[in-house]
């Protein structure tokens, strides 16, 4: 991780680019009259190449015109003067200069290099190792501390801001860092919604928050790294900022993966309730179902005994009969949940008149259609379709059911029905106060009721059974409030019904 020298070391590199120079300097001066002043030169391209591996480019170049400078005033007649006698020694001071000054330029290019290398392996090292640390955490507030770690080496302060929305002003939760002012929750808003770094140099040096980094997933940004310096350099922190980079794009992977993981947690332990809470269903209905029609034969007996019992236990063997009938029927349609939620219904399919089912429902509802104004509008020329008829028909009842529940006596219900191009249409509606519009969707959620506190008896299963049947079927049903009233329509697919060979029937 690289950082700039400070004024102090660089202005010390300079001094003893130029201390080597002036040793160069008394080291060559005893060998002035046995060595040739060309071989005095090669002594100080040395010692400018030297410069450049260890000291850098700018104390080479300067090491470069010292030289010169020394080789001409000591070594070059009239020595002890910056004079020259022979005007060949001026294409000797070119020379000496332009290989001093390219050969410190190619030194410290390679070393500038080489560091560059060496700090890109710790890079990668570190962010190798906060990688390795992300991979283990578990939780958002094991991120943020090792988010704190690792940034803390760097002489900064993290907080990390998680996107939960439920703020307009600051849709974020804190984890880590002090509590930030106004001013830096604005810039975390726009790092945020802009998805790209905001930095700020007009809050350095107190203390604050001046780079903001969002934490972009493929899908979302899913919140803001803002990262407080405990000092000054904003250029140091510039030059960081590949790293800052590369640590956000790890924090934010971290926190999808977790997202995830909490997701697919959630909905297995969903799962898994929702099939202990059809097992148990199953296994209720199953276990009661005979006891109670045992309940509603016997209640039944009662009341038809001759001779008649006291008016007042007529009475309540009826009560009981009728009771034990809802309780029955409560019960079938939680088996019948049961298993078409286990997908173990196989659909007994057949082309068959739609009206026939229209028919059979009417009949076995026609006690508690009885106070009701029913109007069929099912046309005779129906094409004929393929379905289940046991399930439709128990679709038909539940809606007509749910017509009858949230409706007053006297009310019209209404049944239609109509080919379309591909499917048929069926709708039921009824007079009456509709569907809560703000709970529309939930309707045929299992349980869910068409009121919050509703006065009808009911347990909210008869619309959930009618989506799943006509699911099974390959069509759609969808609920709808009307000006006065409420309606359910679904569809199933028309297909094409097998062609029926005329019987000629011989005289």
Not at 21 to 40: F, K, Q, Y
Not at 123 to 128: C, D, F, N, S
Request: charged share 20%.
């Amino acid at each position: 991780m690289r950082t700039l020298l400070p004024s102090d070391r660089r202005g010390g590199r300079y001094l003893l680019a130029a201390a080597l120079c002036v040793l160069t300097t008394l080291g060559a001066a005893p060998l002035r009259e046995l060595l040739d002043l060309a071989n005095i030169v090669m002594l100080f391209l040395l010692t400018v190449f030297v410069c450049a591996v260890r000291l850098g480019r700018g104390p080479a170049v300067m090491a470069a015109f010292f030289g010169v400078a020394l080789f001409d005033f000591f070594f070059v007649p009239p020595q002890l003067s910056l004079a020259v006698a022979d005007a060949q020694y001026l294409v000797t001071f070119a020379v000496m200069l332009a290989v001093g000054l390219i050969t410190s330029h190619l030194a410290a290019l390679l070393s500038e290099r080489t560091e560059e290398a060496q700090a890109r392996e710790q890079e990668t090292r570190a962010l190798y190792e906060l990688a390795r640390d992300l991979g283990g955490a578990l939780a958002i507030a094991q991120v943020t501390d090792i988010a704190r770690r690792f940034l803390g080496r760097l002489d900064m302060d993290v907080s990390l801001l998680i996107a939960e929305g439920g703020s307009e002003v600051f849709p974020f939760r804190q984890y880590g860092g002090r509590h930030l002012s106004e001013l830096e929750q604005s810039f975390a808003r726009s790092a945020y919604q802009r998805r790209s770094i905001v930095e700020t140099d007009s809050l350095a040096g107190m203390g604050a928050a001046i780079v903001f980094l969002p934490l972009a997933a493929p899908a979302h940004v899913l919140g803001v790294l803002a990262l407080a310096p405990q000092r000054d350099d904003v250029d140091e922190l510039r030059q960081q900022r590949p790293l800052l980079e590369a640590v956000a794009s790890l924090l934010a992977i971290t926190l999808e993966r977790l997202h995830y993981a909490d997701a697919a947690q959630r909905g297995e332990l969903q799962v898994a309730a929702e099939r202990l809470r059809t097992s148990i269903l199953s296994s209720l209905s199953h276990d009661l179902r005979t006891p109670l029609t045992t309940l509603v034969g016997l209640a039944d007996t009662l009341v038809h005994r001759q001779p008649a019992l006291p008016e007042d236990a007529t009475e309540t063997a009826g009560i009981i009969r009728d009771q034990a009938r809802s309780m029955h029927h409560l019960l079938s349609n939680l088996l019948e949940m049961a298993r078409l939620q286990a997908g173990n219904v196989t659909l007994n399919k057949e082309w068959q008149a739609f009206e026939e089912i229209v028919g059979s429902s009417t009949r076995l509802l026609a006690t508690l259609l009885a106070d009701r104004q029913l109007v069929i509008e099912v046309p005779r020329q129906l094409p004929l379709v393929c379905f289940d008829a046991v399930l439709l028909e128990r679709v038909l009842c539940n809606l007509l059911e749910n017509a009858v529940k949230y409706s007053p006596p006297g009310a019209r219900i209404r049944l239609f029905a109509r080919a379309g191009e591909t499917a048929l249409e069926v709708a039921v509606d009824n007079d009456g106060t509709g569907f809560p519009s703000d709970r529309i969707d939930q309707v045929f959620n299992l349980f869910a009721r068409g009121e919050q506190e509703p006065a009808v008896a009911g347990t909210g299963l008869g619309l959930a059974i009618c989506k799943a049947i006509i699911t099974a079927h390959g069509g759609t049903i969808v609920a709808e409030n009307r000006p006065g009233g409420a309606c359910v329509r679904f569809t199933l697919p028309l297909g094409t019904p097998p062609a029926v060979a005329d019987e000629e029937v011989s005289s």
